[in-house]
């Protein structure tokens, strides 16, 4: 049945009908051009609106999203027939007016505001995500073949308990559930910028029916008090990856690490180049460290911890890591000082037997025993896909203990033990104790100690051909004939390392000798 519409609506509301019957082969600029004479009269647009099929949204939306059409927009969120707005992935395609974002947030404030929602309403989730449902507008703009698929383009799961924030208050109960905005929060000095703030505010007036959720909060140098202000507005618990990148003071993560306790579904974890304030009390930093590692009985869907250049692990690794309740996935602690004692602590802890990724580049392992690493690896033997011991300091001795941990590592994937001082003997045992290991096809190994030529690091061409093509020799008698890769010590002036693989891929200063 056919609405019924003024002459002049009824004219492009048929045509739009017959072009969207076409093949989705069809010349795209075709819909295009109906799309922008349509929106030539915006009031005849936005009349249109009521009676304008639910397919025929998508294409029309970029079109006024495109042409600046502020009205057309407002409109148009107001209408909206599918339960999401992918607006994120259209602002990645055209880099939004501030004034065109505004439309866009002003028509759900508007529907916000009404005590009835419109007959069409189907709104629910207005996701500003760049990255997020690609493929919607592509499909409905006839630009790529695809089927309706993306009629119901994938929600966020619906929001059922929320943490009390810092500044909430009661409000009374809506009729209808909340719209919840999705967005990737990058916190840093300058922000947030005029679109941010238009929306901080817009989340503030209309708390309690729009939420403000975050997926994926990066934090960069930016006043505690500004980051204050902007997290009392974010549903926490909707944070499933943090990312701290700041150079903070320790009592400034102390005062952070509440927050984080309201990160109840967070997933991924990174904290890095926080250090202790020089002279400190002991008893201060004590409080800051419990305060942290009070958060992690909070994080019970935690699988990914990097901690990065983070002063104060020493001696309080065991602190920070035992309240975690639950096996993690990956751990990383690189650029770190760490003692025997946390390293043993390490292995003992319940929550690393079923890591596939771990990394412990940087942190310096020379005068610790073997002994701790070694549990460590032999306890994730089972899981364990990815291994980097970069830069350890690690010495013939203390990597020979290592090999029988390594060569139960049935799942691992790719090892990088590069920076640390091994000899040839000591490679060729590595290849013979993991020649088993069929799922090892990564492998970044340290240039021979007899491939240098002087104390300072200087590489051997020659030798380091030589042992290079030794070390093949040795893979193809085991039946592993792969590629071994070398990384020779970093220079002494520029601190790049050389490559071979096979040729050797040499820093400005080697070639210029």
């Given amino acids: 049945m056919w609405p019924i519409l003024p002459q002049k609506v009824y004219f492009q509301y048929s045509f ?9 082969q069809s010349p795209p600029k075709l819909l295009e051009l109906a799309s922008q004479s349509l929106l030539r009269d915006e009031a005849l647009a936005i009349a249109a609106l009521e009676e304008l099929p ?3 949204f998508p294409p029309l939306f970029s079109a006024a999203f495109a042409g600046m059409r502020s009205q057309a927009l407002k409109a148009m969120v107001q209408a909206w027939p599918f339960p999401c ?3 994120g992935a259209l602002m990645k395609e055209h880099k939004p007016h501030l004034e065109t974002f505004k439309a866009a947030i002003d028509g759900l404030d508007v529907l916000l505001a009404q005590e009835v929602r419109p007959r069409r309403w189907k709104l629910q989730v207005l996701d500003l995500r760049l990255n997020a449902h690609q493929d919607f507008w592509t499909v409905w703009s006839g630009t790529r073949a695809g089927v309706c698929s993306l009629l119901e383009p994938e929600v966020a799961q619906p929001v059922r308990k929320r943490c009390q924030v810092e500044g909430a208050r009661a409000w009374p109960k809506q009729t209808w559930a909340p719209v919840e905005v999705l967005i990737d929060l990058y916190l840093k000095e300058g922000t947030p910028d005029a679109s941010l703030s238009y929306l901080l505010k817009k989340v503030e007036q209309r708390r309690g029916s729009l939420l403000l959720c975050c997926q994926k909060l990066r934090v960069f140098t930016m006043s505690m008090q500004n980051i204050r202000k902007i997290l009392k507005l974010v549903q926490l618990d909707s944070v499933q990856g943090l990312e701290v990148n700041c150079t903070w003071k320790l009592a400034t993560l102390g005062t952070f690490a509440p927050y984080l306790g309201q990160m109840v579904n967070l997933h991924r974890l990174l904290l890095s180049h926080i250090h202790m304030t020089p002279h400190a009390a002991p008893d201060e930093e004590k409080y800051c460290v419990s305060q942290l590692s009070a958060q992690f009985p909070s994080l019970q869907h935690l699988q990914e911890l990097y901690l990065d250049s983070i002063s ?16 993690l996935e990956a751990l990383s602690i690189t650029n770190c000082v760490i003692s025997e004692a946390d390293l ?8 690393v037997s079923q890591l596939k990724y771990l990394d412990l580049s940087g942190v310096n392992l020379t005068s610790i025993s073997s002994e701790p690493l070694r549990v460590l690896i032999e306890k994730a ?3 364990l896909q990815d291994l980097n011991l970069d830069e350890c300091g690690i010495v013939d001795s203390q ?9 139960h590592c049935s799942q691992l994937i790719a090892f990088s033990f590069c920076g640390n001082s091994i000899s040839m003997a000591v490679l060729e045992s590595l290849l013979r104790h993991t020649a088993g290991l069929s799922k090892l096809n990564h492998v970044l190994y340290p240039a021979p100690l007899e491939s240098y030529e002087d104390m300072r690091g200087t590489p051997n061409l020659g030798l380091l051909a030589h042992l290079h093509a030794r070390l093949k020799q040795v893979l193809q008698e085991l039946g592993r004939p792969s590629v071994v890769w070398f990384s020779a010590n970093p220079c002494p002036h520029c601190g790049d390392g050389a490559i071979y693989n096979p040729e050797p891929i040499l820093c400005p200063c080697y070639m210029a000798t």
Avoid: Y
């Fill in 16 to 24: 739009w009908r017959r072009l969207f019957r076409m093949d989705i």
């Fill in 54 to 56: 639910a397919e025929l």
């Fill in 85 to 87: 707005l992918p607006l």
């Fill in 312 to 327: 104060f692990l020493e001696g309080r690794l065991d602190q920070v890591l035992r309240c975690l309740k639950n096996p």
């Fill in 344 to 351: 043993m602590h390490l292995s003992q802890c319940p929550s």
């Fill in 381 to 383: 033997s089972a899981t």
């Fill in 399 to 407: 990597f020979s203990a290592l090999l029988p941990a390594l060569s």
